[in-house]
C-alpha cells in the first residue's frame, strides 16, 4: 500500500502422499466473484476427511486489491482501476520456451522433461518478478506471485463467477474428457492461445510442449490440466450450493488420482460443449431498461425473446412501441447477463453458446 504496508493473501498447503499430480485452487481475482472463498472453505472442511495423493494448494482472496474494490455498495474489482487492465490478463507466457526446451532436451524421458520445463516456467517467472529492472505494475506483480505457485501444480483451478449466470467452465481442448468430471453443464473448449489469464498461462506452455515434441516425432503427454471454473452469479455467497461445487471439484481431483477414491462421482446430466469461437457476446442494439427473460442454460428457439427492452421514450410516439423485443435467427443457450437492468447501446448483454454440440 501506499502507506508501505504489505498486502497478503492467505495461502493453505496441504501436503499429500506425493503418488498423485498436485493441484492449485485459487479464488476471487476479480473482485466481485467471491463464491470461491466459500468453495475453498468446503474444500478445506472436506479435504480434512480425504486421502490426500497429491499436495493441494488453495488461495481464496487472490487478489487483494480487487476485493477491496468498492464503489457505493457494489464490489468492482474486475479491471485494475489504475491502468484499467482486466486482472485476469496479466498473467506471464513466454511463446519460446517450449521450442528452446524441446531443442535442448530432445531425447529425454518424460519425467525429466516434466520436472526440468517446470523449472524452466519458475525461472522465467522469477526473471521477470525479481530481475527485472524496469519494474512491474502492481497487476503483473500479484499475477505473476500467484502464478509462480501455479505453475508447480499439476492441476490448476481458477475460480471465478459470472455477472449474473449459471454454472460454466473454461476447458483446453485437449482436456474435454475432462469437463465432464465436474457437476457443470456448460463447457467452452478453448484453443492453445495465450489471451493473458491464468487457465491459459498454466495449459499453453504444457500444450506448446506437446506439440513441440510432437513435431520431432514424440508423442508425449504430461497430464497437465488447467481450468476456470465459473461457480454463477457475482457479489454472493452461498455456503449449500459451495458444498455442492466442492464435492464437484473432488470428483474430478478423485478422477484424476489427486486425492483416494471416497466416492465422489459426477451426476448424470446433459452436458453441452461450445468451441470459444462459437461464445458469443451479444451487445445490446439500444439503452434502455431490460427485462431479461431467457432462461441461463436451455436452448432458446429462434425467433424466442431474449430480453425486452422498455423505452419510455417510445411510449407517446405514433407508431411505436415501448417495449422492444430482443430475438436471434439461431438456436442458442444463453449462459449468463448483464448484472443491472439499465443499460447502453453496446452494452454486453448476454454471453450465449452458438453451434453447441452434446460433450
Ligand atoms: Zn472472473
Not at 493473501?9 to 472463498?37: D, F, L, W
Not at 516425432?217 to 449449500?240: A, C, H, M, P
Not at 461464445?279 to 436451455?298: C, I, Q, T
Request: charged content about 20%.
Amino acid at each position: 500500500m501506499a502507506s508501505g504496508v504489505e498486502l497478503t493473501v492467505p495461502v493453505y498447503r496441504i501436503k499429500g502422499r506425493g503418488t498423485g499430480p498436485s493441484v492449485y485452487i485459487q479464488a476471487n481475482i476479480h473482485g466481485a466473484e467471491v463464491q470461491g472463498n466459500a468453495v475453498i472453505y468446503q474444500l478445506l472442511e472436506l479435504l480434512q476427511k480425504q486421502t490426500l495423493l497429491g499436495d493441494i494448494t488453495l488461495v481464496p482472496y487472490a487478489n487483494p486489491v480487487g476485493c477491496n474494490h468498492k464503489n457505493g455498495e457494489y464490489t468492482l474489482g474486475r479491471f485494475d482501476p489504475i491502468t484499467g487492465v482486466n486482472w485476469n490478463r496479466m498473467y506471464h507466457f513466454n511463446d519460446e520456451l517450449a521450442k528452446q526446451f524441446v531443442e535442448q532436451y530432445p531425447d529425454t524421458d518424460v519425467d525429466t522433461i516434466r520436472s526440468e520445463f517446470r523449472r524452466w516456467m519458475l525461472d522465467d517467472i522469477d526473471e521477470q518478478l525479481d530481475h527485472n529492472i524496469f519494474g512491474l505494475t502492481t497487476g503483473r506483480r500479484i499475477a505473476y506471485q500467484l502464478q509462480r505457485m501455479a505453475l508447480q501444480a499439476d492441476l490448476v483451478l481458477d475460480l471465478h463467477t459470472g455477472p449474473i449466470s449459471s454454472k460454466h467452465l473454461y476447458c483446453p481442448e485437449y482436456a474435454k474428457n475432462s469437463a465432464s468430471y465436474f457437476n457443470i453443464p456448460h463447457t467452452i473448449l478453448i484453443p492453445n492461445d495465450f489471451a493473458g489469464a491464468l487457465d491459459e498461462a498454466t495449459f499453453c506452455p504444457w500444450w506448446d510442449l506437446t506439440q513441440a515434441y510432437q513435431a520431432i516425432g514424440r508423442k508425449l503427454d504430461f497430464n497437465k490440466e488447467s481450468f476456470t471454473v465459473e461457480l454463477g452469479s457475482q457479489e454472493l455467497i452461498d455456503l449449500d450450493e459451495a458444498l455442492v461445487d466442492a464435492k464437484s471439484i473432488l470428483g474430478y481431483l478423485q478422477a484424476k488420482g489427486a486425492i483416494a477414491a471416497n466416492g465422489f462421482a459426477p451426476d448424470a446430466m446433459v452436458r453441452y460443449g461450445c468451441m470459444l469461437k462459437d461464445y458469443k457476446v451479444f451487445y445490446s442494439p439500444m439503452g434502455g431498461m431490460v427485462d431479461y427473460l431467457a432462461e441461463f442454460g436451455e436452448p432458446l428457439p429462434a425467433g424466442q425473446p431474449l430480453a425486452r427492452i422498455l423505452r419510455m421514450d417510445n411510449y407517446s410516439e405514433a407508431d411505436s412501441d415501448p417495449l422492444h423485443y430482443l430475438t436471434l435467427d439461431q438456436t442458442v443457450i444463453p449462459i449468463l447477463h448483464f448484472a443491472s437492468a439499465s443499460v447502453n447501446q453496446g452494452t454486453e448483454l448476454y454471453k450465449l453458446f452458438s453451434n453447441y454440440f452434446e460433450l
